[in-house]
């Protein structure tokens, strides 16, 4: 699971993804960006993706966000899309181009345990997680934010200082109810970016 979300508009993020095609060397393939009627269906991976494909094509080796505005928070612009690691590196190039506050969570469990928080406030940085590599990994970098449950960071068992819940508690104390239903509708229209390369 990958949560991400900016403390913008959608003008913003879009203005935003400009500056950076502009200064990205597209020489061998393509970037777009399009806007898409969410018609109120719930904004799951697999509808954003049936939207798109009922809109245009896209090519298998294509990389997509979608930026829509969740109905529970309309004062952020949350990013899905369908990439394995939830495309940190536009997560990370969006937030130093936006300047706002951002947030990132992202949890896997199964052969590859992880548990990750990542924040930009005022362009600092803040990392938080928990890996299972040959053996447990606790990490952080930045400043600690004043909602992080701290204390879980001290547990005696590394496995215990970083999880799911915790994780959806952080992003509930900046104004994310990723649990409630609403977050996965907006009645905006959604924000397509993608990539195309040729092979």
């Given at each position: 699971m990958y949560i991400t979300a900016f403390r913008c508009t959608i003008d913003?993020?879009?203005?935003?993804?400009?500056?950076?095609?502009?200064?990205?060397?597209?020489?061998?393939?393509?970037?777009?960006?399009l806007s898409l009627d969410p018609r109120?269906?719930?904004?799951?991976?697999?509808?954003?993706?049936?939207?798109?494909?009922?809109?245009?094509?896209?090519?298998?080796?294509?990389?997509?966000?979608?930026?829509?505005?969740?109905?529970?928070?309309?004062?952020?612009?949350?990013?899905?899309?369908?990439?394995?690691?939830?495309?940190?590196?536009?997560?990370?190039?969006?937030?130093?181009e936006l300047a706002v506050e951002s947030y990132r969570i992202s949890t896997s469990s199964g052969r590859d345990d992880f548990y990750c928080f990542q924040s930009y406030q005022q362009g600092k940085e803040r990392v938080v997680y928990l890996m299972k590599d040959t053996k447990w990994i606790f990490y952080e970098k930045g400043e600690r934010l004043a909602f992080e449950q701290s204390d879980m960071y001290a547990k005696r068992r590394i496995i215990d200082r970083l999880n799911e819940p915790m994780l959806l508690d952080y992003l509930l104390q900046v104004g994310l109810n990723a649990r409630d239903s609403l977050f996965y509708h907006s009645e905006d229209n959604i924000l397509v970016f993608y990539c195309t390369w040729e092979s």
């Open positions: 913003a993020i879009q203005k935003a993804l400009l500056g950076v095609m502009s200064k990205t060397d597209h020489s061998n393939g393509c970037q777009r960006m109120c269906e719930e904004l799951s991976l697999s509808n954003l993706l049936s939207l798109l494909s009922r809109k245009e094509y896209v090519s298998p080796n294509s990389y997509t966000a979608f930026f829509y505005r969740p109905l529970n928070a309309p004062d952020f612009v949350c990013m899905r899309t369908p990439l394995e690691d939830g495309w940190q590196t536009l997560f990370n190039v969006l937030s130093l």
